[in-house]
């Protein structure tokens, strides 16, 4: 099982940056998936999910009307784009798969929102 994330960076505040975590070894069309966040000194947070066909999806209040989560059960792959970032959004940004048996962990991809 892998969750690859790619998409961090370095970007000033108001930019925006796509996030997509590439999944393989595991039916990604069974499983909900999630990006999670964990700033420096914090506890590791929340930010979207997706059910498996991507009927629904869910938002942090932080984030809500900013970022956007979708995914493409074709290419196994989960996307989160990120419009309008602030300092705030400073994390490591973690992709997971769910399923009422299993959870998969990816390895982060840092995002840096400064001036």
């Known amino acids: 099982v892998q969750l690859v994330e790619s998409g961090g960076g370095s970007v000033q505040p108001g930019g925006s940056l796509r996030l997509s975590c590439a999944a393989s070894?595991?039916?990604?069309?069974?499983?909900?998936m999630s990006w999670y966040r964990q700033a420096p000194g914090k506890e590791r947070e929340l930010v979207a999910d997706?059910?498996?066909?991507?009927?629904?999806?869910n938002y942090a209040y932080s984030v809500k009307g900013r970022f956007t989560i979708s995914r493409d059960n074709a290419k196994n792959t989960v996307y989160l784009q990120m419009n309008s970032l602030k300092p705030e959004d400073t994390a490591v940004y973690y992709c997971?798969?769910?399923?009422?048996?299993?959870?998969?962990w990816g390895q982060g991809t840092q995002v840096t929102v400064s001036s």
């Open positions: 070894g595991f039916t990604f069309s069974s499983y909900a």
């Open positions: 997706i059910s498996n066909a991507g009927g629904s999806r």
């Open positions: 997971n798969a769910n399923s009422m048996v299993n959870d998969y």
